[in-house]
């Protein structure tokens, strides 16, 4: 049996699980399925990364013990893999003993081994924001978070000769091409290494920080958060720097088969990662796979935003099997993406609803109907069905491929190639003519044919929807997901009972309410109160580091080493073009009603100055009555896609006041203008 060892971040417990989390869990989870559909010996681990700066503060706004806090939260994800059907085989906590201990024990072998030495990290210290800055990034001399004078310290801290490694991890990368993926990042990593990488400051006092791993060695501090979490890919299958000490399966399964991780920890695991290998003398995984990053309808994540592609909402409103399709069809793994609501809706329909969910119903329907509700026998083979046969085929083996490479859209893409084929296949050969015509044994052959696709389909789709996958099975007179015979059109048994029952994927005609409203109180929100950009990371390349030795921050931004516990990014600064492109005008609100289908959204008649008015959905139904609108001036954003909120078209946006908590005020004009006018 081939070891098939995969992982996922590690994810910080500093606020709850998102979109984000979901998506590199359930991608990790759909090759781990395949895998272990596949006969290969699986081990998925996830997890938590709880200590570090982030997570203190975090726990102290909650005014929780840190342990406390970590104990809440890391539930909060270990639930989140169930709502989203992720079937893992560990989860590790980072304040686990089984972690820490470890941890301790690495520290103290590569200290003793010389690879761990104590030297000064001096810099501007903010007393306020609790933390080093670099010259340039200081404001008038003064930090740039709180305003308040910083002071030089010099502080004595422990570092990692990183830098005495880079040497074997750039020959390690030249000699396997498949090491960092996809291709078009490798260059990221490789740029940062033809320069000196530094070594790593691993360690942070503990009268600045004490939420940490104790230095067996000086316990006076703790360990940088970085060291320790990355150990957990290791510490979690029973690895110890003696090896008499290593769990059973160890060996067995390291080196991993694959990290997935987003672009935005990149740098980390491919230098800081590989050369704390390199210095325990164990190989790299074989493959580091940074995969892209989601926006949320064309925006940055925020908080508010994170509201509604909520995992929680998502599953309640669409279901997990049609969510983890969508996240895995919609972008190819490796690029960046946006989550819309309406692209969600297009690709449910188009995919499940039409393309599968049509030809599985119909397929199972005429056979209930005209062949005694059994699988059919297959008779001698045209050359469409000889075109068909071929094409399965064709298809079980790049699937196959696609998927062993993580290329999950393009194997669900091949997949659906096949779909669309038989769905035409169903209307050229007319099997209802075939009845009408009493051509039994041809009518039996082409819908076994159909049957037969649907079969292919289901198998291959089981690692991303395993539970319609299953469901269709039924359907097909089959015990379970049988996964043999991939590609072929002859996989059936003939005489099996078959049930068309009711259809796999129902269409969607809108936008679920819960959605709908959720999506409109969000942009209104949005709209109001820019949220800072924070949520969500934009992917850093690595960056050279400075000359050693490198302090990086406690957050998963320093791919960017910097000096300790480096800036949490404010609301992210855009060009005057960004703001340019968006054409606020201001508008007379005509009329008002409540949405017929939503309690939180009005339906207004807005005259932007327009040969017509426009209608325009607004989540202001929870401060407004509609007719204290009715006269009013609001600001509108007059160039936002018209998207559809419960089955009403929405041709702009209106901006209210207010934050996360809801809408407090309109934005308005402080003088009668006409409507149409220009605001910026
Ligand atoms: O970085 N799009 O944890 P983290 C795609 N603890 N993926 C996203 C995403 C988005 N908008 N937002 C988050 C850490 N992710 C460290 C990791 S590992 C030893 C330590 C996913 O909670 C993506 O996988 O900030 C990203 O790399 C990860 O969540 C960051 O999670």
């Known amino acids: 049996m081939r070891s098939f060892y995969i992982t996922t971040p590690i994810y910080y417990v500093n606020d709850k699980p998102h979109i984000g989390h979901a998506y590199t869990s359930i991608a990790a989870d ?107 990034d200081l404001v008038d001399g003064k930090c740039p978070d709180s305003g308040l004078p910083v002071e030089w310290v010099t502080e004595k801290n422990w570092f990692f000769r990183m830098s005495k490694y880079a040497d074997q991890l750039r020959a390690w990368i030249d000699a396997n091409p498949g090491f960092l993926a996809p291709e078009s990042r490798k260059n990221e990593v490789l740029g940062a290494l033809r320069k000196d990488i530094g070594d790593l400051c691993i360690s942070r006092p503990k009268e600045r920080m004490s939420w940490g791993i104790e ?133 449910y329909n188009a995919d499940l609803a039409n393309d599968l969910g049509n030809l599985a119903h119909r397929s199972l329907s005429m056979t209930e109907k005209w062949l005694g509700a059994v699988v059919p026998a297959l008779d001698a083979s045209t050359p469409a069905d000889l075109a068909l046969e071929a094409l399965a085929e064709q298809v079980a083996t790049g699937f196959r491929a696609a998927i062993e490479a993580a290329q ?75 996964f043999a015979d991939h590609g072929s059109l002859n996989g059936l048994r003939a005489g099996a009972p078959v049930l068309a029952g009711e259809p796999l994927f129902p269409r969607l005609l809108e936008l679920p309410e819960e959605i709908a409203s959720t999506l409109a109180a969000a942009l209104a929100a949005e709209a109001a109160a820019p949220a800072p950009v924070k949520a969500s990371k934009p992917a850093p390349s690595p960056k050279p580091s400075p000359s050693s030795p490198t302090m990086s921050e406690n957050t998963s931004v320093d ?15 855009i060009e005057y073009d960004d703001f340019a492109k968006i054409a606020l005008r201001t508008g007379d609100v005509l009329a008002a009603a409540r949405h017929p289908k939503a309690d939180r959204l009005l339906v207004l008649t807005i005259d932007l100055g327009e040969p017509e008015p426009r209608t325009i959905v607004a989540g202001l139904a929870s401060t407004y009555a509609p007719e204290a609108l009715v006269g009013q001036t609001v600001v509108v954003v007059a160039n936002l896609k ?13 901006l209210a006041v207010g934050g996360d908590a809801g809408v407090q005020a309109l934005a308005t004009a402080s003088a009668k203008v006409g409507p149409g006018t220009v605001v910026r």
């Not at 791919?559 to 600064?573: H, N």
Request: hydrophobic content about 45%.
């Open 30 to 136: 759909v090759l781990a399925r395949w895998h272990r559909l596949s006969g290969d010996d699986v081990w998925m681990l996830t997890g938590t990364d709880e200590h570090g700066q982030k997570v203190l503060r975090s726990a102290a706004a909650r005014g929780l013990s840190p342990q406390a806090h970590c104990d809440e939260l890391s539930v909060a994800f270990r639930e989140l893999l169930a709502v989203v059907g992720v079937q893992n085989d560990d989860f590790i906590r980072t304040t686990e003993p089984r972690h820490s201990t470890v941890v301790q024990a690495t520290l103290q072998h590569l200290f003793e081994q010389g690879d761990i030495y104590a030297a000064d990290y001096e810099g501007w210290y903010s007393t306020a924001a609790e933390r080093f800055w670099t010259e340039k």
């Open 559 to 573: 791919a960017v080493p910097a000096a300790p516990d480096a800036p949490a990014p404010g609301p992210a600064l």
């Open 408 to 482: 999950l859209g393009r194997a669900l893409e091949l997949l659906w190639e096949l779909v669309r084929a038989a769905n035409k296949y169903v209307d050229t050969e007319a099997p209802w003519a075939l009845n009408r015509n009493g051509q039994t044994e041809r009518l039996a052959g082409v819908l076994r044919r159909c049957l037969e696709v649907c079969r292919v389909a289901a198998v291959h789709l089981a690692p991303v929807c395993p539970e319609k996958s299953a469901e269709l099975c039924r359907k097909l007179g089959l015990q379970g997901v049988v």
């Open 642 to 654: 018209p998207i559809k909120l419960r089955g009403v078209m929405s041709h702009g946006m209106v």
């Open 215 to 347: 230095l067996p060695f000086d316990r006076d501090y703790v360990t940088y958060v970085w060291f320790d979490a990355l150990l957990n890919y290791v510490t979690a299958i029973g690895y110890h720097p003696d090896p008499a000490k290593r769990g059973p399966d160890f060996a067995r399964r390291w080196p991993a088969s694959y990290h997935l991780v987003g672009k935005d920890i990149l740098a980390t695991h491919s230098i800081y990662w590989s050369t704390m290998l390199f210095a325990l003398g164990l190989e790299p995984a074989r493959c580091l796979y940074a995969h892209g990053w989601w926006m949320v309808e064309g925006r940055k994540m925020s908080k508010t935003l994170g509201n509604v592609v909520d995992p929680h909402l998502l599953v309640r409103a669409y279901g997990a099997e049609a969510l983890r399709y969508f996240l895995m069809r919609e972008i190819p793994f490796g690029g960046d993406g946006d989550f819309s609501h309406q692209a969600f809706l297009t690709r």
